[in-house]
């Protein structure tokens, strides 16, 4: 064990101080709002991550081509957030510390989100965020009002699958969680709305994220015989659960969170497995023009078309709606300001408009309503939106839209 | 009945644990220090044999071009990072080992995305065997991983190599004064591991899907493992793996799924306390 303690302290020190090297310490200039984009690029969100960091550039560059926000440019700060609340946390400080942000927009998963909150709200800076968890908009997390959730709250989607089980008359449905936030608040949504229409629950499990294998999970579940499974889910384990129960060979029908319900996961079960399985989210605003503009740039970007990410949808909406809050401040803004006047160019009434460069046109005449590419983007008192559901169902290999309707 | 199945799905787990443990403890046993690149090795197996696969579709090909992808990305390891620090204190070689594994998970990331991908095996009905349903995927990965425990005891036991990595894991002085080549011994040792990962991170993938982390998430298990079954016991660490994968699952009617991973480590630690060189170890190998 020669040397062993001297090498150890020294690659210590090489490793502390590689670590408190800031990444990019950018120059404070006056003239621009600095902005913390911090999404799922890589864990359970990566197949979102990418699409929502490129919209929220996107968007910023064209409210920069518009001649900024309040006369000053925008600049994004992009980090990753792994979909991890630790690596969230790290990421969030070093926005707000260094890069003295005003807001942070794009947290995806619940547990990020509700990890990242306490920070923002320390520093009054904004979180704009597409999480489902229903704490996050209640008055001891949000207690300044500074977080706006764009995507439908986990008790709305619950409500949503309990109406979709209604519709199809299934009458013994079981639920299987991710063992966090969202997946827990969706399961719990449903149960509610469900056991408030009279039904019951026959089976309920939560599991736990990262296991080669949740077999045993679904043996418990399929024992009591449910005819429609519920689940709070991400795209990993769906796949896994998908794939292991279809080789059961036990009969049963599946309703899946949106976003965990994607052609990869169609193509990954095979069709024989995949069809009839049925799938419930928030859908975008696709008759709005602004939806038409942001497809065309999603599309350029990222080859697939819009629709693919709604998420992508909601975080082209947050640096618009942010940058119109601004330009309607007018001069320096702070975080109770801004705050009011998000409401102010989201909601009715006011005349609609669907960009920015419109808003800010507009805005010089009178009282604007933003109108998203994710939704007619209203926002009620405790900052969440009011989205529209839309179920699917897997179709020979295909997603089939097969309804719309609100929760 | 119930319990027949959990303990189905435990042997199923409790395998691929097994083969990532018995790799580590090699490396444990001959080149003295835990390999924390073990985890993303073994997600390099998975990505080899998902391209092979895709490319001829054959389980064999997959099987094969795996281990052999595998091998020389071990191989290299030790030629380019390990053997340059032979010598040096284990944690060296540790901070070296986590330092590959985030290496080859970057490049997988990069190469090949975040997402998830998948073995587009046709998914099929199971085998009802009194009453236990038994998938023939299982049943085949099940003898995979049997079959390659076969071979790698086979290599260890009964072959001259073998011996030599034997005889340099109990005494390494005397098996150098004894004339046993090191270099030799070490390179035969990373095809080996390389070969066991790539099996398991076949199979992990087979039965699971393939994604850049999913190594990294078995590491913390299959380390639990090597260090249960005794280090450096090679048996020890595959039944290590099975008995972790087993009381795993039989103790979710009893805790329920968000805890059965901490009543393994409760068995673990309950093992070690009462028997500190683990299962099979030799106290004098415990250094």
Redesign the interface.
Known sequence: ?R??RR??LR?LGAGVAFMAMPAVVRAQGADVIRVGALNP???SG??YGSGMQKMILAAAEAVNAAGGAGERKIEIIAEDSQTSPQAAVLAAKKLIEINKVSAILGTWSSGVSLAVAPFAENADVLLMHTSGAPALSTMKVNGKGLFFRFHANNERSGAAFAELCKRRKFTRPATMAF?NASGIGNVDGFRKAWEAGGGKVVES????P?Q??Y???L??IL?ANPDVIVTGSY??DT??IL?EW????QPVAWAIPGWAVTP?LI????P??AEGIMSVDAISNEDDPAFKTFDAIYQKAMGTSGRSNVYAAECWDMVNCLALAIEAAGGPVNADMLKAKIREVANPPGQQVASFAEGKAALKKGKINYEGASSALDFDATGDVTPTFGAWSVESGKLVMKYKFQA | M?YL??VQ?GI??GL?IGLAALSMTLVFAIARFPNAAAGDMLTFGGYAGLFAFNATGSLLATGLFAIIATALLSLAMYYAVFRRLAG??S??LL?ASIGIGFMIRAVL?VSF??????F?I?????YIIGGI?V?P??LKLALSALATLAAAFGILYMSSIGRQMRAVADNSDLARVSGIRSERVMAALWLLVGALTAVAGVM?GM???V????GW??LLPAFAAAIFGGIGSPIGAVAAGLILGVTQ?LS?PFV???Y??AVSFVVLCTVLVMRPRGLFGKAEAVR
């Open positions: 064990m040397g062993n090498d150890v690659s690029i890589t864990g990566s197949p063992n499990v939560i599991y736990e990262n080669p294998s077999r045993s999970e043996q418990k024992a795209l990993a796949m896994i794939r279809f080789q059961t060979g990869e193509r990954a079960i095979g024989t497995a | 119930t199945a959990l799905n199923a787990q691929i040096r204190s944690v060296s901070v990331g995305g975040h997402g998830q991908l998948v587009e046709e998914l099929t009905r199971p349903r998938s995927l299982d992990l039965a699971t899907i994604a850049p982390e999913v998430e078995i699952e979710t329920g799924f968000t059965k991973i």
